[in-house]
């Protein structure tokens, strides 16, 4: 079965520092996996996805990942955080399933940041 | 774009009470939705998934059903209502015609008392 892992519940920075957001996978075959952010009581936004191609992914806010395959790792990051980043982030690794194409996600990482 | 809406945004039932959320999206056709349940603000889990009108596929078995009368439209059930169905439920979309990103709705947070 295909499985992410968040490994911190929460993370927390300050203003104008870089951040990072941990993920690792577990999947058969070539991953295909996903960065959300959730504000409290919305729905998830999608920020990016890593499908194939280039490793170091760009998305949504000025938030990139990088792919790692040989770690098996998809962090998330961004070079200067603000206060406005402050939400729950999910990794999510997709399954193929005859037309479903159903998502896997992490227990979520809580980002704080402070001034 | 598309646009998912969901209703209502929050709901109080009593155990034993009926359930129906409605999820209707608008701005794509036959897309893949899907029904997540969110417990306690965090784990994310998948409930149901509908490829196209009428056809649904359960991922947990439990006290809920799922139905898509129309192309645009996921319903989500319940005869009876538990205590544990409390929780925050997502709709979802993907578009076929797009890549493999799914877009969620805003949300019902049900509490059952």
């Known amino acids: 079965a295909q499985s992410v892992a968040q490994p911190e519940d929460q993370v927390n920075v300050a203003e104008g520092n870089p951040l990072t957001v941990k993920c690792t996978y577990s999947v058969s075959g070539n991953p295909y996996l996903f960065w959300y952010v959730q504000y409290p009581n919305r729905g998830l936004q999608f920020l990016l996805k890593?499908?194939?191609?280039?490793?170091l992914v760009k998305g949504s806010y000025g938030f990139e990942a990088e792919f790692n395959k040989s770690q098996t790792s998809f962090h998330l990051k961004k070079p200067s955080a603000l206060v406005s980043d402050s939400a729950l982030y999910f990794c999510a690794v997709m399954t193929l399933t005859g037309g479903g194409n159903k998502l896997t996600f992490g227990t979520g990482t809580q980002l704080k940041v402070e001034l | 774009s598309q646009t998912i809406h969901q209703w209502p945004a929050t709901l109080v039932q009593p155990v034993g009470s009926p359930l129906s959320l409605e999820c209707t999206v608008e701005?794509?056709?036959?897309?893949?939705l899907y029904w997540y349940r969110q417990a306690a603000g965090r784990g994310l889990q998948l409930l149901f998934y509908?490829?196209?009108?009428?056809?649904i596929s359960s991922e947990v078995p439990q006290n809920l059903s799922a139905s898509r009368p129309q192309d645009r439209q996921f319903i989500l059930s319940s005869k009876k209502l538990l205590l544990s169905d409390s929780g925050f439920y997502l709709c979802?979309?993907?578009?076929?015609?797009?890549?493999?990103?799914?877009?969620f709705g805003p949300g019902t947070r049900l509490t059952v008392t």
């Open positions: 979802a979309l993907r578009e076929l015609a797009r890549s493999y990103e799914q877009y």
């Open positions: 890593y499908i194939t191609g280039d490793n």
């Open positions: 701005g794509t056709s036959n897309p893949n």
């Open positions: 509908s490829v196209g009108i009428g056809q």
